[in-house]
């Protein structure tokens, strides 16, 4: 219990730290308190001998106090475990020999590993290796013969057995060099008969396949073999039929059915098969027998339900796929140009071009079933050259025959190969028309089935050259008489409205009519006139013109400016006579006139909705644009084009907006684009183009 007590004259915490760890006082140290609790005591020797020589000189208190240990069983066993290492043999007799079994099962396995590393261990086996580790150098012919080699002990030599001596054991290293060596022997003969086994096995397994396969082949050449025997049958047959002399020779007819045989049931062979040599053969002769007597302006559809099927018969389709024309492999191309194609040369070379109903419709007959380029061919070689000379040979004022009879027919099969012809007739229209007067209709009649096949720029430009000069001179022959006029020359100019176009006839009105018109107007309402009169005058003139000429904008000026005049005219006259209730009828006509127009104006624009939202660009009704920002918004969503006013910029009071990448304002249904020093004008179709 006083263990420690010296500390209570210290500043030491050892006391205090023993009982945080768990010390009890009066105990012994440890986790089961076995440490020594006294100190040990001194025990006087009897005599002058080494330390243990009389004995134990531990006291009985001081062998209670040794650390013991958990168990007599494990003191034991460690005891035992520190003694062994003392000794050479502990169990103090000869060491039994350990036995390892393998069996044939893990040399089979063993064996299957070592295949896949066959080809590195067969080159190690040929390695010669020294071993100089012994006294004597030794030398081995692979590395696994060292791990046979036997060593024996050189300090441990055999010696001789005495009479009373034990025989200590002895040592046969070239016996067990042949017992491991027969092991091994033994061990590599069962690692190849396994896989000589499973050799033979695979080897089975594939001949096996071999013979399936082979079994397969030799059935399908026998069925070759029959179906070639039965094919060659059939063409022998045809080749004897059509033998001059022949009993029931072969028709055309009957050598479809066959070839169809040939395709139906011996498709492989058929395909296989030199169709060329074979319809060379047999079906040219009969062919050319078929259409010996043809005439294709006659009877343009003869032969072509024959032809049709020889072409499913005969045609190549890898050809077709690769849009070639090689008659050296396609025997329906070859037929086709070597019997067909005569006859149609012979026909067209007696044709007369002035003629084409015959040969335009042979060749729709046969368009769908000669190849392309066979119908190019007579297009290109035969048909045009033959048109050309015609039209070169053609006079518009001679000739009681309209071209057009004659040519336009071969729109749909030549379409734009008649371009070269447009302008030489054009050239021989316009030296027609030079000494032409409106008063003759006939040029119309002539000139009108030419506008959809001329380009609109070059019908336009022969019409401007060429028609609307002789119209202007008519206008200005025409005289304005309100109380006798005579219409006949305005008739010959609005004739030909459908036929130039708007802005021409505009630009005529402009020119030669409305100034002459608004001069008798003006004079007529100087001279104390009858409104009335006058009020039926403007309307008749007005009704003369069709609605698409009274929209455009000069023309609706022209005739707004006519009331203008006649309201300053009933305007002017306060102190003179006037007629009762002519200022009422005039302001009156002036306001229908005005919500016609403006009736007008919105009905296009409905008719240009709907035929937006037809086309799937139009929008919603309320959508419709009002005015011309509206107009350039539609346009800008139609082109995908950002539109949107430029917050807080104007330019003279005006709203500047971005169109893309371009600065617009809008001032009376005008666009300005911004330039480098000025606003530019420009029309919504070019503000488009620079946007994109």
């Known amino acids: 219990m006083d263990f420690g007590s010296w500390e209570r004259h210290t500043k030491g915490i050892g006391q205090k730290l023993l009982q945080k760890m768990g010390y009890v006082p009066g105990r012994g140290l440890g986790k089961n308190?076995?440490?020594?609790?006294?100190?040990?005591?001194?025990?006087?020797?009897?005599?002058?001998?080494?330390?243990?020589?009389?004995?134990?000189?531990?006291?009985?208190?001081?062998?209670?106090?040794?650390?013991?240990?958990?168990?007599?069983?494990?003191?034991?066993?460690?005891?035992?475990?520190?003694?062994?290492?003392?000794?050479?043999?502990?169990?103090g007799g000869k060491k039994k020999p350990k036995y390892s079994y393998k069996t044939v099962e893990e040399l089979k396995a063993k064996g299957r590993i070592n295949k896949q590393l066959s080809t590195p261990q067969k080159e190690l086996s040929q390695v010669k290796v020294i071993d100089m580790t012994g006294r004597e150098q030794k030398v081995y012919y692979s590395y696994s013969q060292i791990s046979h080699k036997h060593n024996i002990p050189d300090d441990n030599p055999q010696q001789p057995l005495g009479k009373d001596s034990k025989p200590q054991g002895f040592a046969l290293p070239e016996l067990e060099h042949n017992l491991q060596l027969l092991i091994d022997i033994t061990e590599q003969e069962i690692i190849q008969s396994d896989r000589q086994l499973q050799y033979e096995r695979d080897m089975v397994v594939?001949?096996?396949?071999?013979?399936?396969?082979?079994?397969?082949?030799?059935?399908?050449?026998?069925?070759?073999?029959?179906n070639l025997s039965k094919v060659l049958d059939m063409v022998e047959e045809c080749e004897r039929r059509m033998q001059p002399g022949c009993e029931n020779p072969l028709t055309l007819d009957e050598c479809a059915k066959i070839f169809e045989t040939l395709q139906d049931k011996y498709y492989e062979e058929y395909r296989m098969s030199d169709r060329v040599d074979l319809a060379v053969a047999i079906v040219y002769p009969l062919m050319k027998d078929y259409f010996k007597n043809w005439d294709p302006l006659k009877d343009c559809t003869y032969g072509t339900e024959i032809i049709a099927k020889w072409k499913s018969l005969l045609e190549n389709d890898q050809l077709l796929s690769h849009g070639g024309q090689d008659l050296s492999t396609d025997a329906f191309h070859r037929l086709m140009w070597e019997i067909w194609m005569p006859y149609v040369r012979n026909i067209v070379a007696q044709w007369?071009?002035?003629?084409?109903?015959?040969?335009?419709?042979?060749?729709?007959?046969?368009?769908?079933?000669?190849?392309?380029?066979i119908v190019d061919n007579i297009l290109d070689q035969l048909i045009f050259p033959k048109l050309q000379k015609e039209v070169e040979n053609w006079n518009?004022?001679?000739?009681t025959v309209p071209i057009h009879s004659w040519i336009h027919p071969w729109l749909p099969l030549m379409q734009a190969r008649l371009e070269p012809l447009y302008s030489p007739i054009r050239n021989k229209l316009a030296n027609a028309l030079q000494k032409w007067h409106p008063s003759d209709s006939s040029a119309k009649l002539i000139l009108q089935p030419w506008k959809d096949v001329?380009?609109?720029?070059?019908?336009?430009?022969?019409?401007?050259?060429n028609i609307v000069p002789k119209l202007g001179m008519c206008l200005n022959e025409l005289i304005i008489n309100p109380h006798q006029q005579h219409m006949d020359a305005f008739y010959w100019v609005i004739d030909w409205e459908g036929m130039i176009s708007v802005s021409s006839l505009v630009g005529l009105l402009e020119k030669h009519f409305f100034p002459k018109w608004l001069q008798v107007l003006c004079s007529w309402l100087s001279n104390s006139p009858n409104y009335e009169e006058i009020t039926k005058w403007y309307l008749g003139w007005k009704s003369m013109f069709s609605d698409q000429v009274l929209a455009h904008p000069s023309i609706k000026d022209k005739f707004n400016e006519a009331l203008d005049i006649m309201n300053r005219a009933v305007s002017s006259s306060v102190g003179g006579y006037m007629q009762p209730g002519a200022r009422e009828n005039i302001a009156y006509l002036t306001h229908t006139e005005r919500r016609k127009d403006f009736q007008y104006e919105a009905m296009q624009e409905r008719r240009e909705a709907e035929n937006m939202a037809q086309r799937g660009i139009g929008m919603a009704a309320?959508?419709?644009?009002?005015?011309?920002?509206?107009?350039?918004?539609?346009?800008?969503?139609?082109?995908?084009?950002?539109?949107?006013?430029?917050?807080?910029?104007?330019?003279?009071?005006?709203?500047?907006?971005?169109?893309?990448?371009?600065?617009?304002?809008?001032?009376?249904?005008v666009v300005f684009v911004q330039g480098e020093k000025t606003w530019v004008p420009t029309s919504l179709q070019s503000l488009i183009d620079m946007a994109k």
């Not at 000189?57 to 062998?63: A, G, I, K, V």
């Not at 720029?457 to 401007?464: I, K, N, Q, R």
């Not at 419709?624 to 107009?631: E, G, I, Q, S, Y």
């Open 33 to 91: 308190s076995q440490g020594i609790i006294n100190p040990i005591e001194a025990k006087q020797r009897k005599g002058k001998g080494a330390v243990g020589a009389y004995g134990s000189e531990r006291t009985s208190q001081s062998l209670q106090d040794f650390p013991v240990v958990d168990s007599e069983e494990e003191a034991e066993e460690e005891f035992q475990k520190e003694l062994s290492q003392w000794r050479k043999d502990p169990n």
């Open 352 to 373: 007369q071009p002035r003629n084409c109903g015959s040969m335009v419709d042979f060749l729709d007959s046969w368009v769908h079933i000669i190849p392309v380029w």
């Open 206 to 226: 594939n001949l096996t396949h071999e013979i399936q396969k082979m079994s397969e082949i030799l059935s399908h050449e026998e069925t070759a073999i029959s």
């Open 454 to 465: 001329f380009t609109p720029g070059s019908w336009e430009a022969f019409m401007v050259k």
């Open 396 to 399: 518009p004022l001679t000739d």
């Open 622 to 669: 309320s959508s419709v644009p009002m005015n011309f920002k509206d107009l350039i918004q539609t346009k800008a969503e139609e082109h995908n084009i950002v539109f949107m006013p430029v917050i807080g910029k104007r330019h003279e009071g005006k709203q500047l907006y971005t169109f893309g990448r371009i600065v617009i304002y809008i001032d009376r249904g």
